[in-house]
């Protein structure tokens, strides 16, 4: 009896099988303590409903206001995107997962979940990439700024970044390394499955973008402060305000990114180079915090600008303020609104003075 129940609690204490019956371990369910799975549950909730209505906040800002129409904002509505698409499929999933403590979904939504959970997060650090170096061409090259990022150049690169994104995400689908883990209840990026591929990605998909954003953003900050010190040259127009607050907002952004998904990529880096002496170091809640660390940070970036860019926060308060008053849909943006007005002509304008208001 004794070494019967020895035996129970020992594999109580350590994994149970899924009710799936699959052979693959990383198919094998833990036993948890329920207020850790409650607490992982709750996050992600959490986290899906910020994101959602977070970043629907972003892009119907950049629709409704003509004031965040721009070539840069067209990063942050790509950047959007890309938070958007884990909070609607990937994460529900997880979720599912926690609460059914195991995977019972297949094989083909495991897939799914795993490509764009992986689209999503190669989207927003290539996005990121991208609005570093609109801002790094705006502030440093800003008379080369307007012929750079046309409104159909600016199209043009964010496709490139998409097209880009789904190239670095197709080599999984061959490798074989979209694979559930227990131990996140998610279906992703296998570190282990094979050395040399995991150092590839986080190079080419982290550290690089990560080492091009922040020479971008030096000499951003080396321009900074050679206004504020007064030793700019004369050939380079002067900062405003608020491209400094614009840069500020944006930089935080990378921050945070970097901040919230270097632990994963160092464990995952630490992996691939010496995976039989790494993984056994590796505490599994240092694994899992890692992993939803990451998942947090794609509803930040709402936040970020309504925290610190007036014009998000001011299109934030105008569409809760028209959703709560069911006007939303009835009535135009203030925006749009004064632009009417400023476009209307005067019976006692000329046609130059005309032409003079209208390009303001």
């Known amino acids: 009896m ?4 020895t035996a129970g609690e020992y594999h109580k204490s350590i994994i149970v099988v899924s009710k799936s019956s699959a052979l693959d371990p990383n198919e094998q369910a ?3 303590p329920p207020w850790v799975t409650t607490t992982l549950g709750c996050f992600l909730i959490f986290t899906i409903v910020v994101d959602i209505l977070g970043n629907l906040l972003v892009i119907f800002s950049v629709y409704k206001n003509k004031k965040l129409r721009n070539a840069g904002n067209i990063f942050v509505v790509s950047l959007a995107v890309a938070d958007l698409v884990v909070a609607i499929y990937p994460y529900p999933l997880v979720l599912a997962s926690i609460f059914h403590n195991g995977w019972n979904l297949g094989y083909v939504h495991c897939q799914i979940s795993g490509f764009l959970m992986g689209v999503s997060v190669i989207g927003s650090i290539f996005n990121i990439t991208g609005i570093a170096i609109n801002r790094y061409c705006y502030i440093c090259h800003s008379l080369k700024y307007d012929k750079l990022y046309s409104d159909k150049n600016s199209v043009c690169y964010v496709l490139l970044i998409w097209a880009l994104t789904v190239l670095a995400i197709i080599p999984n689908l061959f490798v074989g390394s979209l694979k559930y883990d227990a131990r996140v209840y998610s279906c992703t990026f296998e570190q282990s499955a094979s050395s040399a ?9 982290f550290i690089l973008p990560i080492l091009i954003v922040t020479y971008c953003y030096l000499r951003i900050w080396v321009l900074v402060i050679q206004v504020r010190r007064r030793v700019k040259p004369d050939n380079r127009p ?16 990378f921050v945070l990114f970097a901040v919230c998904w270097a632990p994963l990529n160092l464990i995952g880096l630490a992996v691939a180079i010496d995976p039989d002496t790494v993984v056994p170091l590796i505490p599994e809640w240092l694994f899992v915090a ?12 709402a936040i970020v600008y309504g925290v610190l ?10 569409i809760v303020v028209s959703v709560c008053t069911a006007r939303i849909f009835f ?4 925006n749009d609104a004064a632009e009417r007005l400023k476009s209307k002509p005067s019976p006692l304008m000329t046609n130059n003075n005309q032409i003079k208001v209208d390009s303001v």
């Open 30 to 32: 833990l036993s948890r």
């Open 238 to 253: 002067k900062l405003t305000p608020h491209d400094v607050r614009n840069f500020v907002t944006m930089f935080v952004v």
């Open 309 to 318: 860019n007036q014009n998000f926060r001011r299109e934030y308060k105008r």
């Open 290 to 301: 890692s992993y939803f660390m990451a998942y947090f940070n794609s509803c930040l970036n």
């Open 331 to 334: 009535q135009d943006s203030s």
């Open 197 to 205: 591929y995991t150092i590839a990605v986080v190079f080419f998909h």
């Open 2 to 5: 004794e070494r019967r129940k």
